[in-house]
């Protein structure tokens, strides 16, 4: 029986054809029969959103780019004010508001995914808080059309993560005349876990490294750090090296480890700033003594810190965002310049994920390649460097400043030229990047 059906039914098609007359048959009427061994279907118009969520910063974030995929022509070719966005804001597991964010995308370049009928329509979303207006926390995004042409996307969902933050005052290259800077490391106030570079601008004199040694002594009240270091009785130069003499009452620089080894580390790292000094001698007392900082003695010589380090960023008690130094394992440069950047965008350095501080770099932003010629190191980003912290000048400068301190610490590396997506710059966070940009002679002012 039922294969007598299918036979009709192919004699049937064969009349319509031979004479002529147009097919338009309803399918639909023939739902009933058994599956032929035929495809008559017509595919269904597919449309849904896509992004790369892997390359999405959740942390502060100030856009997602997202595609819309589509079969249909007609949306192809359609507006983005043609389309109403949606973004609901979820805030544990209740939905807390929905915002109309149609005027917060803007189209991109289309892109062809394939040859065939198959395309995408690129969109960015701006997702600044200062744009959304939410206070700091976690939330979850589900983003959706209610035009007719979308409404059967399945909705875009993630998660983000805001938290504000402090302002960063840029590192600078110059001073008022009369002037001579120094570069003392304190403990950061906030975690006292890290050690920061501070620039302090005091009265020129010929006395440089116990004028270090007097303001280290007296901690900085703007950032609220108390001194980091014991009393000091002499200071005396031979050849390379310093020689510091501390009284012998040191209490709790050796009971407390912490204590013991920021004490040295601020001596240290301090002193070797100033030029031809490369090496710090300690004695207790006027002597050699084996209980020097809880752990160390007065016969080992410590030496200046050369080692090639990132720069990440540190909120220090929610005053104002300071660059933190750490140090980057010993590696091939290729192999160095590509984990620097890894650093740079998820503060983990060398397997290690670094608690209480900032990636400066958002985690979308891609390096596409790298070359180096002499002394120049050229670094090309993807297109979204331009869109970071794009209500934010201040961070912007950060970011620019964590790149340059990073990669000039990089033996030979004099000067970064940046690029984006091959094209040269010339607006950046206030700076022109049409240039190769040099390290900045003064890091985290302590004044602005």
Do not use: W
Request: net charge negative.
């Amino acid at each position: 029986m039922i294969k007598s059906l299918f036979n009709l039914f192919l004699i049937f098609i064969l009349c319509f054809t031979a004479l002529g007359m147009p097919l338009n048959l309803d399918l639909s009427k023939f739902s009933n029969l058994p599956d032929f061994p035929f495809d008559f279907s017509v595919a269904d118009e597919n449309v849904s959103y896509k992004t790369d969520i892997d390359s999405f910063s959740s942390e502060n974030p100030t856009q997602i780019n997202f595609q819309i995929q589509m079969q249909n022509a007609e949306i192809r070719s359609a507006n983005p004010s043609d389309f109403s966005f949606l973004l609901d804001v979820i805030k544990n597991d209740g939905t807390r508001s929905t915002l109309d964010v149609s005027t917060l995308i803007q189209a991109l370049p289309p892109v062809k995914i394939s040859s065939d009928v198959s395309h995408i329509k690129n969109f960015s979303l701006n997702l600044s808080q200062k744009k959304l207006n939410l206070p700091d926390g976690t939330y979850t995004f589900k983003l959706y059309s209610t035009s007719n042409a979308l409404e059967d996307a399945k909705p875009l969902k993630f998660d983000v993560t805001y938290f504000t933050l402090s302002t960063y005052i840029p590192a600078i290259n110059e001073m008022a005349h009369g002037m001579m800077p120094l570069t003392l490391y304190f403990p950061d106030p906030s975690y006292y876990e890290y050690l920061v570079p501070i620039t302090r601008f005091v009265n020129y004199n010929r006395i440089p490294l116990s004028t270090i040694v007097k303001n280290l002594r007296e901690g900085s009240v703007s950032l609220g750090v108390a001194s980091p270091i014991p009393n000091v009785t002499k200071l005396r130069i031979k050849k390379d090296m310093v020689l510091v003499y501390i009284s012998k009452d040191l209490e709790k620089y050796n009971e407390n480890p912490k204590n013991a080894t920021f004490a040295l580390n601020s001596f240290v790292q301090s002193l070797t700033t100033i030029p031809n000094i490369d090496k710090v001698k300690f004695f207790v007392n006027g002597k050699e003594s084996d209980t020097l900082f809880n752990t160390y003695d007065t016969k080992t010589l410590f030496s200046k810190n050369t080692d090639v380090k990132v720069y990440l960023g540190l909120d220090a008690n929610e005053k104002r965002l300071l660059l933190v130094p750490q140090n980057m394992a010993i590696v091939s440069e290729d192999t160095l310049i590509e984990d620097m950047i890894t650093a740079l965008k998820t503060a983990k350095v060398t397997g290690r994920n670094f608690e209480n501080v900032i990636a400066p770099i958002p985690e979308n932003i891609t390096l596409i390649n790298f070359s180096r010629q002499e002394d120049t190191l050229t670094l090309n980003f993807s297109k979204e460097l331009l869109y970071a912290y794009n209500d934010r000048l201040d961070l912007q400068r950060m970011m620019l400043d964590s790149l340059l301190f990073s990669f000039t610490s990089i033996a030979g590396i004099k000067e970064i030229q940046i690029l984006v997506e091959d094209q040269m710059t010339d607006s950046f966070g206030g700076v022109d990047l049409s240039q190769a940009q040099t390290c900045p002679k003064f890091i985290n002012p302590e004044k602005e």
